[in-house]
T-cell receptor, first 112, second 114 residues
Framework: DAKTTQPTSMDCAEGRAANLPCNHS???????VYWYRQIHSQGPQYIIH???NNETNEMASLIITEDRKSSTLILPHATLRDTAVYYC?????????????FGKGTLLTVNP | DTGVSQDPRHKITKRGQNVTFRCDPI?????LYWYRQTLGQGPEFLTY????????KSRLLSDRFSAERPKGSFSTLEIQRTEQGDSAMYLC????????????FGPGTRLTVL
């Protein structure tokens, strides 16, 4: 499992883009980068994942550096409901792998 | 609502009592996971089932803990002789398996041991 490093907390203004960084310098070639978020008192929610290429879905965009040592999750137009703890996880997928190894994540606070 | 349900949502018990939690995964998901989360920490993996087979247990899962998934459907997590240190949120997740590990989490069961 790749060790990930995230800032403890970040603030963002409502309607602006939220850019959440993650360092995963030890990630191996077959490990994906996953992002989950956890809104207070709820279970974690999958956001997006990627291997090498940048990815976009209806929730967010994931930008992975060419050397794969870091990534950025982008919420293009943050709303108050995006206030949550965001977890960046480096994890091998496939074969017999199954578990997610969560760190402490980044608490994103979206302010009105 | 992710489609994963857990029951009960809250449980308060006295030290030394046994407790059992239930998780109902998304019906077509063959993988089921249990995690534990304490205040200020991310979820920690406890155990994993593929269908009815329990394929791994974390060292966090002491011999007071037991999990089952009969017939590969719902799962139960039992804690015997609860201790105050067992107080936590217990989360269940399920997934289809395959190459991508998108797990769908339930709302959790919050256990308080007095």
């Amino acid at each position: 499992d790749a060790k990930t490093t995230q800032p403890t907390s970040m603030d963002c203004a409502e309607g602006r883009a939220a850019n959440l960084p993650c360092n995963h310098s030890t990630i191996s070639g077959n490990e994906y980068v996953y992002w989950y978020r956890q809104i207070h008192s709820q279970g974690p929610q999958y956001i997006i994942h990627g291997l090498k290429n940048n990815e976009t879905n209806e929730m967010a965009s994931l930008i992975i550096t060419e050397d794969r040592k870091s990534s950025t999750l982008i919420l293009p137009h943050a709303t108050l409901r995006d206030t949550a703890v965001y977890y960046c996880i480096g994890e091998y997928s496939g074969g017999s792998n199954y578990k997610l190894t969560f760190g402490k994540g980044t608490l994103l606070t979206v302010n009105p | 609502d992710t489609g994963v349900s857990q029951d009960p949502r809250h449980k308060i018990t006295k030290r030394g009592q046994n407790v059992t939690f239930r998780c109902d995964p998304i019906s077509e998901h063959n993988r089921l996971y249990w995690y534990r989360q304490t205040l200020g920490q991310g979820p920690e993996f406890l155990t994993y089932f593929q269908n009815e087979a329990q394929l791994e247990k974390s060292r966090l899962l002491s011999d007071r803990f037991s999990a089952e998934r009969p017939k590969g459907s719902f799962s139960t997590l039992e804690i015997q002789r609860t201790e105050q240190g067992d107080s936590a949120m217990y989360l269940c997740a399920s997934s289809l398996g395959g190459a991508y590990n998108e797990q769908f989490f339930g709302p959790g069961t919050r256990l308080t041991v007095l």
